[in-house]
């Protein structure tokens, strides 16, 4: 009996630098000790064998920052959805309008980020959340467009996200999103910089490996907008993508660009069946 | 007056004394990826390659490459080989071409090209998400390579 314990325990510690600490781990993601959410989970179907399994961020990151996402206490990123719930009832521009005036309470948002990225019938273009929230602005309040990575439009981002936390991401990627989301598509495979790495290079090829320091995840958005130990503040999907493209030593794109526009809605459908984690806590 | 200044500024961009490296369109490589002749026509220096090896600023290889045997790299990655006994099991001219492009032995690897300037998409200007104002410099000097070909060498 002694001598077999042993045994596996000696196979494991040989067993250990292959398997590599690095692999997603088996953490369960409960929220507030009630909320359960779906972190890992089959891969859709049009990634087609790429990955077998989608995997949520937060499996990649170590324990401590993993628990400051189970309690909103311990989520920082509560502090930015509390700037933006306070905005939600702000009367602002020409027409003496509010969020609220037209939504009511912000608990009406409930459902809304698990399909953004979204096709606009009226305006014939896909919009993310952000190009909603200054279309309401513009049009039915009169008030000026938030600028599209600032802090004010991402934790606003983040108060509706919070809306539908716990429900799967479920983008739509076919009708008339379909163009949009083949040319994210495009743009996820391409290698760009003078590194000439993809987002596949680093978030398909090799997610659970370390790359320096960093614990490469799949590089999913069910996670946003996250809230960064780095910087102390919520951080929106393009914000994130900037970094990424940027650290190819490659000339990114903007944020709020037609480009990550595409690229917001394909890598979101990377995710679909993911539960929305937003705001969630990442390095 | 003119010329010394000149030679000078040319062998400083080089990273050091020598005033003609091949250019990066003109490094030949065998069929399979391996590149026979010097970069610099002198023998590179091993600590030096060590220090490109592993300062970020540099090669920054440790990004992706561990060396058991050197327990002092600081957060080595694991998205490439273990590069213990490497320079048991591939020549200097093998170790060369993977350095200059190593696409060129493995095809469609995600390891750079450290000496290529051109044949980019996007390419910035270094790590600001601008595009270049001018042409690109490799990511390693011509001396760098044969410093870090050096190292890898002494790797048995």
Redesign the interface.
């Known amino acids: 009996m002694k001598f077999k314990q042993m045994t596996a325990i000696a196979a494991l510690a040989l067993a250990l630098p292959t398997l590599?600490l690095?692999d997603a781990d088996d953490d369960k993601l409960v929220i507030n000790g009630e909320l359960e959410m779906v972190t890992k989970t089959a891969a859709p179907a049009h990634l087609d064998g790429a990955l077998s399994e989608v995997i949520s961020g937060w499996h990649f990151r170590d324990d401590d920052t993993q628990k400051m996402q189970m309690d909103d206490f311990d989520n920082a990123g509560m502090l930015g959805v509390e700037a933006a719930a306070e905005m939600w009832n702000a009367v602002d521009g020409s027409e003496g309008k509010s969020c609220a005036s037209c939504h009511g309470e912000a608990e009406s948002m409930k459902g809304v980020r698990a399909v953004y990225p979204k096709w606009n019938e009226a305006a014939g273009e896909v919009r993310t959340l952000e190009m909603q929230i200054n279309d309401c602005r513009t049009t039915r309040m009169g008030a000026e467009e938030l600028k599209y990575a600032g802090d004010e439009m991402t934790n606003m981002v983040g108060l509706i996200s919070l809306q539908s936390r716990g429900m799967p991401v479920n983008v739509a990627i076919d009708g008339p999103a379909q163009a949009t989301w083949e040319q994210g598509k495009e743009l996820y495979y391409?290698?760009?910089?003078?590194?000439?790495?993809s987002c596949a290079?680093?978030h398909e090829?090799?997610y659970g490996?370390?790359?320096?320091?960093d614990h490469?995840s799949q590089g999913q958005i069910n996670g946003f907008p996250a809230y960064r130990l780095k910087n102390a503040k919520l951080n929106g999907v393009h914000n994130r993508f900037?970094g990424c493209?940027?650290?190819?030593?490659?000339?990114?794109y903007k944020e709020g660009s037609p480009e990550f526009i595409a690229l917001e809605l394909y890598v979101a459908s990377r995710g679909n069946g993911l539960s929305v984690e937003g705001p969630s806590i990442r390095n | 007056m003119r010329l010394t200044t000149l030679t000078l500024a040319a062998s400083l961009a080089a990273g050091a004394a020598f005033a003609n490296p091949v250019a990066p369109a003109d490094v030949v490589f065998t069929d399979d990826g391996a590149v026979e002749a010097s970069l610099t026509g002198a023998p590179g220096n091993p600590e030096q390659g060590f220090k490109v090896f592993s300062d970020k600023k540099q090669g920054n290889c440790v990004a992706c490459h561990n060396i058991e045997a050197r327990t002092d790299l600081s957060f080595p990655g694991n998205v490439g080989p273990m590069l213990d006994g490497v320079g048991e099991n591939r020549s200097v001219a093998e170790l060369r071409g993977i350095l200059t492009n190593s696409k060129n032995t493995f095809e469609g690897t995600v390891m750079p090209a450290y000496y290529k300037v051109d044949g980019f998409t996007r390419p910035g200007d270094d790590y600001t998400g601008k595009a270049p104002s001018g042409p690109l410099s490799p990511l390693l000097s011509a001396e760098q390579i044969e410093d870090v070909v050096a190292f890898l060498s002494t790797l048995k």
Do not use: H, P, Y
């Not at chain 1, 391409?190 to 790495?197: A, E, H, S, W």
């Not at chain 1, 490996?209 to 320091?213: C, D, S, T």
């Open positions: 590599s690095a391409t290698r760009t910089g003078q590194l000439d790495l290079s680093c090829q090799n490996n370390m790359i320096r320091a490469l900037k493209v940027r650290d190819t030593r490659a000339e990114t």
